[in-house]
Nanobody, 126 residues
Framework: DVQLQASGGGLVQAGGSLTLSCTIS????????IGWFRQAPEKEREALAC?????????YYRDSVKGRVTISRNKAKNTVDLQINSLKPEDTAIYYC??????????????????WGRGTQVTVSS
């Protein structure tokens, strides 16, 4: 079975940065487009960023985080990373990575992703 795992969360002060990593087992990242999502308490899950499968590297970013968030494939670590800068208390949430084997560039639609990893908690203190 293909599994994804998000890691790198923690407690950070406002204004700080974090890099979250998504690792895959049972397959390779080349076969999957990857999206990062988050869900805060009592809020709906929202897509933050997506990177296409293959080598073209197309990306999608949620308007509200553009300029603060970067998604990238780290070939050395075999991960898909999400760097978040200028963290705000409202960024506090559980962050998930998800993969799509069917869609080259699924964008922000959760229904287009078929593999979901366990999340990692990010808490931003003011």
């Amino acid at each position: 079975d293909v599994q994804l795992q998000a890691s790198g969360g923690g407690l950070v002060q406002a204004g700080g940065s974090l890099t979250l990593s998504c690792t895959i087992s049972g397959s390779t990242f080349a076969d999957y487009s990857i999206g990062w999502f988050r869900q805060a308490p009592e809020k709906e899950r929202e897509a933050l960023a997506c990177i296409s499968s293959g080598t073209d590297g197309n990306t999608y970013y949620r308007d509200s985080v553009k300029g603060r968030v970067t998604i990238s494939r780290n070939k050395a670590k075999n991960t898909v990373d999400l760097q978040i800068n200028s963290l705000k208390p409202e960024d506090t949430a559980i962050y998930y990575c998800a993969g799509s084997s069917q869609w080259r560039f699924p964008g922000p639609s959760p229904s287009l992703y078929d593999v979901w990893g366990r999340g990692t908690q990010v808490t931003v203190s003011s």
